[in-house]
């Protein structure tokens, strides 16, 4: 896929799992809930973790990474060049890819692939960063293309091996057009055989798909089908898990130590703790920047003071996760240590936001001030997706109250929750990024130019940290690049364009006796595709 960061409601590890049927074909069908319904499926222009999810079992990409050694191995492409100055690879096709409706791949997939990018009558703002240094894509024969690069963007190779190559016949149907947001037609090992609009997506296995005839690719997606469910609660999740209804199911750290103990545990069903080397994302809650309250750097200061994240670690979190600082996980080899740690300190907070101003002037309770002539509380909305998360604002809200700062927190379906954050119409919002690469690139979030239609939905912008973001963009050795990426955070951080809240440590996840692995986690992920289902 793409290898961009993606939005999800929540920090979890998603992978698949399984709904019984009457018939013996539950016997190899594989479930899992990916929480959320995609908004849309479209590669081109989704953006949340969900429609990954989807995407991920039915498009595929020119090269993939090796989960245990991270070393680049055969996708679509059966082989690869890279030329001695790395300004251009040379990409050569496997002959014998058939797309979903029975078409062959192409060259002509590739290189529309590639070009689509840059069409501004597709919503890919949030992709083109990482392809803007390709300067173009060209077909050398029927089964060879080449990139050829303008500047030594370190992540040119991985971002052209990891091209999702989607069907030009398909995209470029205009009569075909109402459908590119709900089919997905793709070369991977299985296709969506079912979309229950609410529920699930049913996906079937393709006993034709190239990698059946390979070695290394044929011990891989042994289900007959997988099921991808909906459900948004977190324990209504755990007890379908329970009941059967699931094979797998990601944790949150209060259902790992509260839980799953009792009755079938450790029987019939597991829980597994482990960690492994991939890249982890965090939750955070951003303010809106062109809010007249939030714009303040001081007041958003004082308002990561409020949280009180130890209590949240203790009470939710159970020290299972780490806390976020920056928008590089702790675990990360780029994460900085040299960022200043915001204490829980109210009495702090609110001196803090006396000298900006804030003061409650009528005696009600509530901080206020004159903004633009008009005497304004200090009264923000914080949109959150997830029940489940209701009580980690909760805590934020009674805290904040005490000192004069009055939060709304508004519970909104996750569809009209996207649209309000592309429509940029909130005070504050409770999200999650997914995990991105081992290796950040932080303009897609970060750099101003990713305002205009890009993942930087919160408005923010430090002319320092768009400079320094082009400079680590530039610079190929991974030692000489961390210092400038550490350097990046640190200014981002002192900005508080985000109340940091938690990042990813272990990876924690729930499998009945039906799952069949040789290990709980590879080097670089769980490694689902390897698993099978036991009689």
């Known amino acids: 896929m793409y290898k961009i960061v993606v939005l999800i409601a929540v920090l979890m590890s998603l992978v698949s799992c399984q709904e019984k049927k009457a018939t013996g074909s539950s016997q190899k069908t594989f479930s899992i809930n990916i929480q959320g319904e995609p908004t849309t499926i479209n590669p081109l222009t989704s953006t949340d973790g969900y429609a990954q999810d989807v995407q991920g079992y039915v498009l595929e990409t020119l090269l993939d990474?090796?989960?245990?050694?991270?070393?680049?191995?055969?996708?679509?492409?059966?082989?690869?060049?890279?030329?001695?100055?790395?300004?251009?690879?040379?990409?050569?096709?496997?002959?014998?890819?058939?797309?979903?409706?029975?078409?062959p791949l192409t060259v002509e997939d590739v290189k529309y692939s590639f070009d689509v990018i840059f069409d501004s009558t597709f919503n890919t703002a949030h992709i083109r960063p990482y392809y803007e240094s390709v300067e173009k894509l060209e077909i050398l024969d029927p089964r060879t293309v080449k990139f050829t690069v303008k500047d030594e963007y370190f992540?040119?190779?991985?971002?052209?091996?990891?091209?999702?190559?989607?069907?030009?016949?398909?995209?470029?149907?205009?009569?075909?057009?109402?459908?590119?947001?709900?089919?997905?037609?793709?070369?991977?090992?299985?296709?969506?055989?079912?979309?229950?609009?609410?529920?699930?997506?049913?996906?079937e296995k393709k006993e034709d798909w190239w990698g059946r005839k390979v070695s290394a690719e044929?011990?891989?997606?042994?289900?007959?089908?997988?099921?991808?469910?909906?459900?948004?609660?977190?324990?209504?999740?755990?007890?379908?898990?329970?009941k059967g209804d699931l094979d797998y199911t990601g944790l949150r750290p209060e259902q790992y130590m509260k839980?799953?103990?009792?009755?079938?545990?450790?029987?019939?069903l597991f829980k597994v703790k482990t960690v492994n080397k991939s890249a982890k994302g965090?939750?955070?809650?951003?303010?809106?920047?062109?809010?007249?309250?939030?714009?303040?750097?001081?007041?958003?200061?004082?308002?990561?003071?409020?949280?009180?994240?130890?209590?949240?670690?203790?009470?939710?979190?159970y020290n299972l996760s780490d806390n976020a600082d920056s928008p590089v996980a702790p675990s990360s080899d780029y994460h900085s240590p040299n960022i200043k740690k915001i204490?829980?300190?109210?009495?702090?907070?609110?001196?803090?936001?006396?000298?900006?101003?804030?003061?409650?002037?009528?005696?009600?309770?509530?901080?206020?001030?004159?903004?633009?002539?008009?005497?304004?509380?200090?009264?923000?909305?914080?949109?959150?997706?997830?029940?489940?998360?209701?009580?980690?604002?909760?805590?934020?809200?009674?805290e904040a109250k005490k000192v004069g700062v009055e939060f709304e927190i508004k519970q909104i379906e996750w569809n009209s929750f996207v649209k309000l954050l592309d429509e940029r119409k909130f005070d504050a919002v409770r999200l999650a990024w997914g995990a991105g690469s081992v290796d950040p690139d932080l303009k897609q979030i970060w750099h101003s130019a990713s305002q205009a239609g890009g993942s930087n939905f919160n408005n923010y912008s430090n002319p320092e940290v768009d400079k320094l973001i082009e400079k680590s963009r530039r610079i190929y050795p991974r030692a000489e690049r961390?210092?400038?990426?550490?350097?990046?955070?640190?200014?981002?951080?002192?900005?508080?364009?985000?109340?940091?809240?938690?990042?990813?440590?272990?990876?924690?996840?729930?499998?009945?006796?039906?799952?069949?692995?040789?290990?709980?986690?590879?080097?670089?992920g769980v490694g689902s595709q390897y698993w099978t289902l036991a009689e």
Not at 218 to 242: A, D, P, Q, T, Y
Not at 259 to 268: V, Y
Not at 287 to 307: F, G, T
Not at 493 to 513: C, E, M, Q, R, V
């Open 259 to 268: 839980k799953t103990d009792g009755a079938g545990w450790g029987e019939k």
């Open 482 to 524: 961390i210092p400038v990426i550490q350097k990046i955070t640190e200014l981002i951080a002192a900005d508080h364009p985000y109340l940091f809240l938690f990042a990813g440590k272990n990876t924690i996840y729930a499998h009945n006796s039906r799952i069949q692995k040789t290990r709980d986690t590879y080097n670089y």
């Open 155 to 203: 992540k040119n190779f991985d971002t052209c091996a990891t091209l999702t190559i989607i069907p030009k016949h398909f995209y470029t149907d205009k009569n075909r057009s109402k459908e590119h947001n709900k089919v997905l037609i793709g070369t991977g090992p299985y296709k969506i055989s079912q979309y229950e609009k609410g529920k699930r997506f049913v996906l």
């Open 343 to 398: 204490e829980f300190n109210p009495a702090q907070a609110l001196k803090v936001l006396n000298s900006a101003g804030w003061k409650d002037t009528d005696g009600d309770g509530v901080l206020d001030k004159v903004i633009n002539g008009s005497k304004t509380k200090f009264t923000v909305t914080i949109l959150e997706p997830l029940a489940d998360y209701v009580k980690y604002l909760t805590i934020y809200k009674e």
């Open 218 to 242: 044929s011990v891989k997606w042994n289900f007959n089908r997988i099921v991808l469910r909906f459900i948004k609660e977190e324990n209504v999740s755990l007890e379908s898990f329970k």
């Open 282 to 317: 965090y939750t955070f809650l951003a303010w809106n920047l062109k809010h007249p309250i939030l714009s303040d750097k001081r007041v958003r200061e004082a308002l990561a003071m409020l949280y009180n994240k130890q209590l949240a670690m203790e009470k939710f979190e």
């Open 65 to 103: 990474r090796d989960i245990d050694t991270y070393e680049w191995k055969p996708a679509l492409a059966e082989k690869w060049e890279i030329s001695p100055d790395k300004k251009s690879f040379t990409f050569t096709l496997r002959e014998g890819v058939m797309w979903d409706d029975g078409k």
